[in-house]
């Protein structure tokens, strides 16, 4: 640091230190010394005009002794010294003056344990461009020695331009550092710690007092010590075996993320020592970061030079192999090309492996080409474009034609070749190129040859791998030319090497053969599901379910099952009407995302709740309560690498819910239907789930649970069909719940709703008829209906069969108008109907003749098409001929009603 002080002039600053309880008899005789110490400026030119011996030192002369106690540095030195540096900064960037109490601040926290040293270094050094100063320390190598590293850093400006910040310290204070370092060797520790401090707070940025720092505390205190060598070692980060003693005693410290950052210290200090990269290779390995750990190497490779190609290619090649374990070949190639690039005329034919290896499968098939023909003696011959009668051989070596693109080749392949002294490995690429290219005339002459020389003992790997290649292209005949040798040998009949034998008969339609190499393929692995997957649908195009069951069948308790291979099984075994086994296979399924319902009391847990996530806990509440555990024991696994659809599950729920339905098996149908309403996976058809499950409870009488589902169904649709799903199970139903329920949305809906209608439903149900009626005449008045005056007419006729009403004669013709007036609402479509409705009235008032004549004409109607089709239903002659035969008992006509039986009822 050059000093703006007049170099021509002597400058004595006196430093006054109180003597502490640490005194050297030999030097301090009295209690209270005083030293001065001269410190004098030179001009840097008058030095080289002078015969100094630098290594000379002068003793000044002590000073009488003053008494001062109290402070350990004067004030005199301090204000001098802070002259000093008012003096020396101002020749620097006002940018730089603003860094160092945020440097400061950053000490003290890491001294404090607040920081580590890797978060410590990445802030220091978050406005220094590493990558651009380890390229100029790579390029600036051999200048290192005469340029004091130690002294500047660059340090990116705000504009991105970089800037020198200083770490020598003024004359002042080295004259000071040296009283720091005298008093250290004397014993003094306190005192010389204090000096180093009180340096550290005018200059933080100078390693010196750190240095005397780290000695002083390495007996006492190793950790304070290491931590003050790391920031010691971070002002000079130039000293890379500084930094290697440090990651060491990291090490022993245990301290692995701290050591890798030494390295990374040193390795910026020193780019192409090559023991610095396996020494914190180690340590990534140690800490488990792989991904560092290849990132390291990677930038190994990219430093080395052609010089170094010994070192290229091993490191390069380890890299290459570690990549493509993980199936990175991009990075793998990266890692080749620097062979390639950098030491062509080291390249062997194991390079030549690895590298055509990579490129084949990246599928860069003209690259691997033009590696084959410039490396071995395999060779191609082109067309050239120019002139078609003309024909050349063409071998590029890597270096040539760089501006081109290494994928394109000149020209269509006319001819080529492959002696036999090439390596069995790179013949197999070459073929597996050639097929890719679609050179498939080119490659079958090579073919026969390869399959005739080489042994498919030793070599079946490479047989497998062309076959592979020829299955890709379609060519299943000349694969299965390589296959069948490997399927009979000994060393390569593998299940893979007969899956592949399989494939290749199904690709020429011969399923007979394909179906016998599938039966050896699961003999050898019982446990590859693909395989067993394709013989079943083999056996399905056969016509031989039982035997496509039989190979898809897995044992819940001891295998792992695949959903794909259950939902296959559970189709076929419907498809076979084995209907136990269906249901069984089904539930097994579903129960991957659906909760088991162990007894009928947990499902007031599950109809009550509407979401899916509140069922489940509820649930578990409820298992809770009763002490028991919620997950199933010996659940069996499934695997999570293949899924089904939701729709295709969603399919196979309502086909079981159809089956059941069909079998009469109700209570299995709620079972079916209440376990999906606990699976996230058929959230999105909650709605539709919950229908399926109110008609589960319809057709197994359980109106309780019913109406749970219902009431939660109805707040998310307001359908007809909903409200007739309440009103079916309200017919059913042993409480009256729905009352209170019906009351509470009475005030939420319109001047006409079903609720309404419902409400009159109950009271007239509840012989409260005057409610009823009212109700009913109100809703008729908005909206008449066939319904509703059809509801008005019986609920005229009920009050007209009381005892107690006085108007008898009148509620009658009251009611008979409004049964014409459903008649006529009604209309043609609905004649049966009406007829059988007026007979039915008239015959529950006691107007016999009149109830006859509707009764008959019942019977006399003919019916629509939409009563033929659903006769079963919606016919009612049974019905009118039974009621018929009913007044003819009562007036003593047995033949009448006996004719009426049997015309119409007897089957």
């Known amino acids: ?122 802030r220091m050094d978050q406005d220094i461009d590493l990558e651009t100063v380890e390229a100029d320390l790579s390029r600036n190598e051999n200048e290192t020695d005469d340029i004091g590293t130690n002294k ?69 205190q190793p950790e304070k010590s290491l931590q003050f060598a790391l920031i010691a070692a971070h002002l000079s980060p130039r000293d890379s075996d500084q930094w290697v003693r440090l990651a060491n005693m990291s090490v022993e410290s245990g301290d692995i993320k701290q050591a890798i950052t030494c390295y990374n210290k040193a390795i910026q200090a020193s780019p192409k020592d090559i023991s610095l990269y396996e020494s914190r290779a180690e340590l990534f390995e140690r800490y488990g970061d792989r991904k ?81 023909t410039t490396y071995t003696t395999i060779w191609v011959k082109y067309k050239n474009v120019s002139d078609q009668n003309s024909a050349t051989v063409i071998k590029k070596s890597v270096n040539e034609k760089k501006d081109e693109s290494e994928d394109q080749i000149i020209g269509e392949i006319e001819s080529c070749g492959m002696p036999n002294d090439v390596a069995v490995d790179l013949k197999a690429k070459f073929l597996v190129t050639l097929i890719e290219l679609d050179q498939i005339q080119l490659a079958e002459k090579l073919l026969l040859k390869f399959y005739l020389q080489e ?84 056996y399905q ?91 199933e024991e010996n659940a069996p696994i499934f695997l999570s690498s293949t899924e089904l659809s939701e729709k295709s599950e969603f399919f196979l729920l309502l086909q079981m819910c159809k089956m059941a339905c069909k079998l009469k098996r109700y209570g299995l149908l709620q079972r079916i239907c209440l376990s999906a ?34 009431r939660h169904l109805l707040r998310i649709c307001q359908t007809p069909n909903s409200w007739n799903l309440l009103n079916i199970i309200v017919q059913k139903a042993q409480d009256s719940r729905h009352n209170r329920f019906i009351m509470r949305l009475l005030g939420r809906e319109d001047v006409f709703s079903y609720v309404h209608v419902m409400h009159a439903n109950n009271c007239l149900v509840s012989a409260t008829y005057k409610y009823a009626l009212n109700d009913y005449i109100s809703l008729f008045k908005v909206a008449p209906s066939a319904l509703l005056a059809l509801l008005i007419g019986i609920t005229l006729f009920q009050m007209a069969c009381q005892k107690s009403s006085a108007k008898k004669n009148q509620l009658v013709i009251q009611g008979i108008a409004f049964l014409k007036k459903y008649c006529q609402l009604r209309g043609e479509d609905g004649r049966q109907e009406t007829y059988y409705n007026m007979g039915r009235a008239f015959h529950q008032i006691g107007l016999l003749p009149a109830a006859v004549h509707f009764y008959k004409l019942v019977l006399n109607e003919y019916p629509g098409d939409l009563v033929k089709k659903n006769s079963h239903i919606l016919d009612l002659n049974q019905e009118a001929a039974f009621n018929l035969h009913l007044i003819y008992l009562q007036s003593e006509n047995y033949l009448l009603a006996r004719m009426y039986l049997e015309n119409y009822i007897t089957i």
């Not at 996230?680 to 057709?699: D, G, Q």
């Open 1 to 122: 640091m050059e000093s703006n002080i007049d170099m021509d002039e002597e400058t004595e600053i006196e430093i006054n230190l109180s003597s502490l309880s640490h005194k050297d008899n030999a030097t301090v005789n009295e209690e209270n010394t005083i030293a001065s110490v001269i410190i004098e400026e030179l001009d840097e030119n008058a030095l080289s005009n002078m015969n100094v011996d630098m290594t000379e030192f002068v003793e000044a002369k002590a000073l009488e002794i003053q008494d001062i106690t109290q402070d350990i540095i004067s004030d005199t030195y301090i204000e001098q010294n802070n002259a000093v540096m008012d003096i020396t900064t101002d020749t620097e960037d006002q940018d730089i003056l603003m860094t160092v109490d945020e440097e400061d601040q950053l000490t003290k926290q890491f001294l404090n344990g607040e920081l580590t040293f890797s978060e410590y270094s990445s």
């Open 677 to 710: 309403l606990t699976s996230k996976k058929f959230e999105k058809r909650n709605a539709h789930v919950m229908f399926l499950c109110s008609l589960a409870c319809i057709y197994n009488n359980d109106s309780y649970h019913g109406y749970n589902i219902v």
């Open 292 to 372: 560092a750990y290849l990132k390291g190497y990677s930038r190994l490779v990219h430093q080395l030079e052609p010089e170094d190609g010994e070192n290229v290619i091993k490191y390069a090649k380890m890299l290459a192999k570690r990549f493509m374990e993980e199936n990175n070949n991009e990075q793998a190639l990266e890692a080749m090309e620097n062979i390639f690039s950098k030491c062509p005329k080291f390249i062997t034919l194991e390079e030549v492996n690895i590298m055509t290896e990579i490129l084949i499968a990246l599928k860069k098939f003209k690259r691997c080409l033009n590696i084959l």
């Open 455 to 538: 042994n498919p003992e030793i070599s079946g790997d490479l047989f497998l791998d062309i076959a592979e290649t020829l299955m890709g292209k379609r060519e299943f005949e000349r694969a299965l030319l390589l296959l069948d040798p490997l399927v009979n040998s000994s060393n390569y009949s593998l299940a893979a090497v007969w899956l592949r034998h399989a494939e290749c008969w199904v690709g020429c339609k011969d399923l007979k053969k394909a179906i016998e190499s599938y039966e050896v393929v699961t003999k050898l692995s019982s446990q590859h599901l693909g395989a067993r997957i394709a013989l079943a649908k083999l």
């Open 152 to 220: 500047i850093i660059h340090r990116r400006g705000p504009r991105g331009r970089y800037k020198k910040k200083k770490r020598t310290l003024p004359p002042a204070l080295q004259g000071l550092m040296g009283e720091a370092n005298l008093r250290f060797a004397r014993g003094e520790t306190e005192l010389a710690a204090q000096i180093c401090m009180e340096i550290i707070r005018q200059v933080p940025s100078a390693p010196e007092p750190f240095q005397t720092l780290a000695m002083i505390y390495e007996t006492d």
């Open 541 to 631: 195009l056969k016509g031989q379910y039982n035997k496509a069951i039989d190979i898809l069948n897995q044992d819940p308790e001891s295998d792992t099952l695949d959903p794909q291979v259950v939902y296959r099984r559970t189709l076929l075994l419907c498809k076979v009407k084995r209907y136990n086994e269906f249901f069984q296979s089904g539930m097994l399924l579903f129960s991957r995302h659906c909760v088991h319902i162990r007894n009928k009391v947990e499902l007031s847990a599950i109809t009550r709740p509407y979401g899916v996530q509140r069922r489940i806990d509820s649930l578990k509440l409820h298992r809770l309560s009763r002490g028991e555990k919620f997950e």
